[in-house]
Each structure stands twice: as C-alpha cells, then as structure tokens.
C-alpha cells in the first residue's frame, strides 16, 4: 500500500484519527477565531497523577492564558448529566467558582456559558460525543461572556474520570505551537539513510562490492547472481498493474477499513519478519565464525541461521501484541519499518529509467487524485487518502505503513494532533527504487556513482522542501509532490550532461544481464564497446 507522507500527523492518545483529520481541516479554514488549548487535570490523590487532554475554544470569545503558570486552577465539576440549559439544571450545591463540565446540545453555547457565568462558575466545558470544533455564536452575545468556553471530547471526561478518580482540580492554557520540532530531523536521517543503505545494497547484490577493472567497461556481474531474477523486474507494464492495485487498495481500505485493516497488519506483521531475517542474515554470514551446521531429511541447516529466524519472528510477535502502546513500541516499528524498506529496494528492481520515470509520475497522480481530487466525490468531502490515513473505521487501529517518531517538543500539538511525526514506507521505497537504478547503471558503466550519490542527495533536498513547506504551512504534506521532481530532474540533467541519455533512458541491456545465464557474445561486445564509445 501506497500512503502519502502525514509528516505532523493528526491524533493524540485515546482519540479517534479521523476526528483529529477533521480537526486539522477545520483549523485551517477556521484559523482568525479557533484555537486549540490544553485541560490539565491533576488528581487530589498525589499518586494518580495529572493527564492533558484537548481543547479547541473560539480566541474572540474569552481568552485563555498562553502559559501554564499565569492560568488559574480551578474544581472540576462534572454536570455531564445534563445540558445546562436552564437554570434548574445547576445542582443544588451550586457551581461557584469551579470549572463546569456539561453536555453538548438542546441549546447554543452561549446560552449554556450565560447561565454558567450568571452561577459565578469559572469556566465552561461543553463535552462532544464526536469531533471538537470552536464554540460559534453572534457577536453582541459572546462579547458579554467573562468567561473561558471550550469544547472537549465526551470520551476525554469519561477517561480522565476513570484514571484521576471523582476529585479533580484542572486548568485551562493554550501554549504556542514550536515552529520546528526535532523530531522530523531523526524522520529526515531515518528516511536518507534507508534508501542510501537500500540503493547501495541493491547494486551490491547483482554486481559485488569489487569494481569492474579499467580495461573491461562492461559489469562484473556475481556469479552467485546469474540467475533468472526476471520476476522481480518492475517492467512498465508491471509499474502499471502495481499503481491499479494500489488505487484498488486505498478504496477497499475507505469502505471497508474495520475488516481490511487487519490483513493490512497480518502481511505487514509477516513480510516484517522476512525482511528483518533477509538484512541481518546478509551481516551474520560475513561473520567467519561459528558457522555450525546439521542435517535434517537430506536439507542441510545453519544453527545461526535458524536462531536469527526465531528472533525475527519473535520481534513481529512482540509488535503485533503490543501495536497500540505508543510509549515504546515505535522504536519496534520503525526497526521492522527500515528492514521492510530496505528489504524492497534490494528485491525489486526497475529495468530502466523509462520504468522509473512511469512508476514516480503515476504514484505522484495517485497522491494528488486521492488527496485533493476525492474530496468532491466524497459525502463528507474529505479526501480517501485522508480518511484511510486516518483510520477510517472505529477500530483504534492504525495502518502500520509509516515511519513514527515522537516529537521531541511538548506541546498543544502533541496533545490535540499527534505526537509523532510521520513518513509513510512509500515516500522511502517509491523515490528509493530510482536510487537503486541509479546505483546498478554507476556499477555498469563504471560512472564513479556519480548517479547514485546525486540521485540520494536529490531526495535529500527533496525531503528538505518537504520540512519547509511542512513548516510554513503548518499543515501535513504529500512528500512525493517535493521528492519525484527532485529526483526524477536531477538524473535527467546528469545523463543528459554526460551524454548517457538514451543509454540511462533505456536501462544499458540491465534486463538482459539480470534474466540471462548466457554471458555476452562477442557481437554484444563489440557493441557494448561502440556504445561506451559515443558515449
């Protein structure tokens, strides 16, 4: 499955991904009046703790303190029992100077904030049972409120009533947001270093790690490799039939999330494990030592060998089990993530430029279609890409297709959004595979991997763009808008430069030295050479 990059992503603990989605649209065509601030409540029992959760309040309506220590704490007081849209629903004990929390609907937010503020209440909280979005009301209403109105998730109140018990004290604050966080630093080495160490793998497994010598400029092709790896070849056709499949996916996915979901995790779960083994095993058998074998019906077995496997295995166990727990497990996953990317590049191979060119112009149509085309033919006018990213069912399940890294700066945006950011294993293998290409045509025609160390530095300014338009926009970017014209112009000036096109172009007979045992002719000699020579 092919995800765009949701770099600054959209979720907090406990919350649904798509109301969060939601969130991060309505900020943007909201964003005069809307505000996103932060609930602290801390338990009158010292070992239950504190939680934050999100708020979203209107900024023209009573503001709310920017920092902690200039907000004022308050008494919860949970009247999610009632609306509070009348005077006889405030409890007999009264309400004065607690923070009110009621329950959204059967009248206006300013009705339900004049007769919190008529009670001498301090602030009101209006629970939502579905998404958040700024209280709205006329202007010659809310002018007179002298109190702080937001908005919260219902399952937010119910979940800090069962971790801080019935007696909480809670105060209201909306901190800027940092304009960088250093977690898309650690996303952006993550991200260079995969598909650097992938390409460089790639090249090595069809050609070796010795170079062709001065005098023969045709490749030195392994001999463990001259076998038939046709398979493996992404031939245009085939590029295409992987784009259909992919569109065929992402809309399975948005009807039919809750079930797919899971397959979505079992083959993940699965191929993690394969390529885990496939990246170790390919350093444990440069090791000289303890190479212990035994035999078992005529098959010979490596004991090495076999206990990386149950370790592999039992890692993609541990991360199926223990998915969910955000606290550690995204270490587990970006591993199994990295292995995954990396095991990709090195099995699937473009035949040539031409196929590249093909791949990372019909994946970056399929990015703007799902994204910014979809949401007219939606009911709800949101993107599919979106809805799926975000999990369109209401399982609490994530599709496990991106790279996460938690953001190293609190803030409200960890609490309202998401608290990693993200790269989807797309926005890695896609420009990846081209990086790959360029790394076997350097071993071929012996160009001192002036493609490959310019195509790799191509997606990391691809990359760089994609942080910046991040940053400046605030809003989650498609990496492949920055990273296929990065990449795909840099390759063309350099063949164009050196004169190499057409050879770059049609991939230098690759597809005949990686499916043929045969070795070369003297007539496919002759005219390697000549080829070499107008070169």
Known sequence: LRLRSVL??????????REAAFGLLLLRVCQVTAEEGILRAVSSDPSLGV?????MYNSQWMPIPKVLNKANEHQLKDLTNTHLCNSTDVPPEGIKGNLVVVKRGNCTFIRKAQIAQQNSAKA????????????LGNKSDYQKLKIP???ILYDDVLSMKKILGA?????????????????????FILAVFTVALGSYWSGMEDYGSE????????PQVHEGNKTNDSGKILTPVTVVIFVII???????LYFFYKWLVYLVISIFALAAAVSLFNCLAALVKRIPHWKYKFTFHRRSFEVRLLILAVFCITMSIIWVVFRNDDRWVWILHDCLGVAFCLNFMKTLKMPHFKSCVILLVLLLIYDVFFVFITPFMTKNHESIMVEVAAGSGSTGEKLPVVIRVPRLVTSVATICRMPFSLLGFGDIIVPGLLVAYCRRFDLQTNTSNIYFISCTLAYAGGMLLTFIALILST?????????????????????WRRKEMKMFWAGNGYEVLDGSNEPLTQDDESSWNNERGDG
């Open 246 to 252: 992919c569109s065929v996916m992402i809309v399975l």
């Open 475 to 495: 809003m989650a970017q498609p990496a492949l808008l920055y990273l296929v014209p990065c990449t795909l112009i840099t390759c063309s000036v350099i063949a």
């Open 124 to 135: 009101l909280l209006v629970a939502s049972l579905d998404s958040i979005f700024p209280p």
């Open 8 to 17: 600054g992503g959209a979720m907090a603990p406990g919350r649904g991904w």
């Open 51 to 55: 939680k934050q959760y999100c708020i």
């Open 167 to 187: 007696h909480i004290s809670a105060v209201l604050y909306s901190p800027p947001i940092p304009t960088l966080d250093y977690s898309i630093m650690i996303i």
């Open 149 to 151: 109105v937001a908005l």
């Open 211 to 218: 170079s062709s010598s001065p005098s023969d400029s045709r």
